[in-house]
């Protein structure tokens, strides 16, 4: 780079993180599986330039190589979101789901020979499976059947051997986490039933495997509406090892083998981290051995790894930078006694899986990376987090939080008397969080003199049980005052020009993005929603099983009446207000998106156009909920970037 800086306005600066290296470069890794008998690692990686395509790649010490024919793509869509498409047994061999076809297969990775184990159905998806340590003929899974209206989830055995189904669990409306013990005599496994999601109440079960049966199910811990356990794991002694909340933060406990009631482990200084997440997708992450376990820690929405003591309770911190992405499928996996990998990234790296042995700390091995990029870490503008006041809305109690972006590029200075251009990024979920790991995404704005504003508003994860419960009845009202009330906080200390402030956000961020334009029409110069919700009516008829009664608890309070509900789905809808709309408006959306349909795009489009405002709608054919084809991503980005030159440039 240069040592002379070149003058030149926020928002103009050139920068070598293009809209190319983010698309058609770079990766997802989306998975791990390890084979501890020869110490092989698989992993999964989402590939935009092969259409989004996700392919198993096997990782030893040869090298790395792909192992899954071009034919298939591993993912999963139970529950629509999916995740944890794949396992490798006790033979070696990688079970696998589909994508096109919803069957399932059996291969082996030495030869390349595949074979389906069971017969397939367009109509039945299958995910999260785990196979029995001794007869790996015989796989745990969740099954999602959609040949009715009424879909029906259980857990199921799948026999290879046979190619039969049999349920082992059936009657709630969700399961996840099926688990044989390592010694193949139990199993385990969360559920939960409507109108809970599974960070509001599920209940864990473990019960006797016989004869290829369930026996003498009991509950271990969880309760409807009240208690949130999750991430369920066998350490190599039989302990099942999960998260609760039930002080408030998702701790860990333990049932030791032999006992009935669970403890919790104590970690002092700890009590208010988190271990575990919301689980909007299947997958586990943690990695024990005996009397050890390898953990990611959550604090003010950012993780550590810590090395914890099962014997003694007690940890320590190899300050290591690493960083858990949020959108996380099985994410750490032990691979001997004392080494594991995990997919993590770091305030100046992009997400990476890493080879790290505890008895060489700190030292850590790259064995991929998401995007191979040759760019200074100088360019990358660190996530500060911040926590402000909360200025607009009904209740002004307590603080909110963000992560603070300044725009940042060696090779240019801006113009001594000019505020940066911000936009204001809104998370989707709504009940997720943004944590400071190195984002390109938004690393793309920064270096090229945006400001960026990461809200974790009211109903984030990351914070505890009592900040997720902020957005209950809340949901369009408190999300975007917290947002409001950010734009506020960075205006009034100098941060920002307040005359230039765009909002972005996917799915309920897309859905919080229309709603704040309504609502704070006097704040925002732009906003660009990805297939957002406009309506909130339609999404509960149109969306699926999974979110079909999610919104109750974010819109009302127990015994609200069915005309008062209808009144609040207008009321919180932007649809029918996009009248006070006065920002230009550009809507992203995915032709075969089921959570929120294309229709409710165009609508949106319509009714701001016909009370004269700016809006367009781009759809991108062939993308669900999210973009995954490179051609795709690309011209997103690209099409966001004209958006803010007109808004918040006024070129």
């Not at 864990?204 to 969880?222: F, S």
């Not at 992560?403 to 940066?420: I, S």
């Not at 069915?562 to 009248?579: F, M, N, Q, T």
């Not at 229709?599 to 993308?623: H, L, S, T, W, Y």
């Amino acid at each position: 780079m240069s040592s002379i800086r070149q003058t030149a306005t926020y928002g103009n600066w050139k920068s070598p993180i293009t809209a190319d290296l983010i698309s058609g470069k770079s990766i997802s890794l989306e998975g791990l599986s390890v084979n501890e008998s020869n110490g092989k690692i698989y992993y999964l990686e989402g590939r935009p330039a092969e259409d989004g395509r996700s392919c198993i790649v096997e990782h030893s010490d040869h090298g790395a190589k792909d192992i899954l024919p071009k034919s298939f793509s591993a993912r999963t869509q139970v529950h629509e979101y999916g995740g944890a498409s794949f396992t490798v047994n006790a033979d070696g061999d990688l079970i696998f789901a589909d994508w096109e076809t919803k069957g399932v297969f059996a291969l082996n990775p030495a030869n390349g020979d595949h074979h389906p184990i069971i017969e397939a159905d367009p109509e039945v998806y299958y995910a999260d499976f785990n196979a029995h340590p001794i007869q790996t003929h015989l796989v745990l899974a969740i099954r999602e059947d959609h040949h009715s209206k009424s879909v029906e989830n259980s857990v199921v055995v799948l026999n290879a051997k046979t190619k039969k189904v049999h349920q082992i669990a059936y009657g709630a409306d969700f399961y996840s986490h099926p688990q044989f013990s390592p010694d193949g005599k139990k199993v385990c496994w969360t559920q939960w039933d409507h109108p809970d999601m599974p960070w509001i109440g599920t209940v864990l079960y473990i019960a006797d495997w016989h004869d290829e049966k369930v026996v003498e199910a009991t509950i271990v811990a969880g309760k409807a509406g009240i208690e949130s356990v999750t991430e369920p794991r066998w350490g190599s002694d039989g302990t099942l090892f999960f998260g609760s909340d039930r002080s408030g933060y998702w701790q860990l406990y333990r049932l030791d083998k032999g006992m009935t009631e669970p403890r919790h482990i104590k970690l002092n200084g700890l009590e208010e981290t988190e271990f575990t997440g919301p689980e909007w997708w299947f997958g586990k992450y943690d990695s024990t051995r005996i009397n050890k376990m390898i953990a990611m820690v959550t604090k003010n929405a950012a993780s550590t790894l810590i090395i914890i003591d099962l014997a003694k309770d007690t940890f320590t911190n190899p300050n290591l930078p690493l960083i858990l992405p949020l959108f996380h499928f099985d994410a750490v996996r032990r691979v001997s006694d004392t080494a594991f990998v995990v997919i993590a990234s770091t305030a100046t790296a992009p997400p990476a899986l890493y080879y790290i042995d505890v008895e060489t700390l700190p030292q850590m091995n790259v064995l991929r990376s998401s995007a191979q990029v040759d760019i200074s870490s100088s360019l990358y503008s660190k996530a500060e987090h911040i926590s402000f006041p909360r200025t607009y809305g009904e209740d002004k109690k307590g603080l909110a939080h963000a992560l603070f972006l300044t725009p940042k590029n060696p090779e240019y200075e801006p113009p001594a008397d000019k505020l940066p251009p911000l936009i204001v990024h809104i998370h989707g979920g709504p009940t997720l969080h943004t944590t400071p790991a190195l984002n390109l995404e938004l690393q793309y704005w920064t270096s090229r003199g945006y400001a960026i504003a990461d809200v974790n508003y009211a109903g984030s994860t990351g914070y505890g049980r009592t900040y997720r419960e902020l957005l209950d009845t809340k949901w369009g009202i408190s999300d975007i005052a917290d947002a409001a009330s950010c734009v506020a906080y960075l205006a009034s200390s100098g941060h920002i020009d307040p005359s230039r402030v765009g909002i972005v956000g996917g799915s309920a961020g897309g859905y919080a993005v229309l709603q704040a334009l309504c609502v704070y029409p006097e704040i925002w110069a732009g906003g660009v929603s990805l297939y957002g919700i406009s309506s909130l009516k339609a999404l509960v008829e149109d969306t699926h099983k999974f979110e079909s009664q999610y919104l109750f608890k974010l819109l009302f309070e127990p015994g609200t009446s069915d005309d008062e509900k209808e009144k609040i789905y207008r009321d919180r809808s932007p649809l029918y207000h996009a009248g006070k709309i006065t920002a230009p408006v550009l809507l992203l959306q995915g032709s075969e998106d089921k959570v929120v349909p294309p229709n409710q795009a165009r609508e949106m489009e319509e009714i701001i156009k016909k009370n004269g405002g700016d809006a367009e709608v781009i759809v991108f054919e062939g993308e669900g909920h999210g973009f995954r084809q490179a051609a795709n991503v690309k011209r997103s980005i690209e099409e966001e970037e004209k958006w803010w030159v007109r808004t918040l440039l006024r070129l």
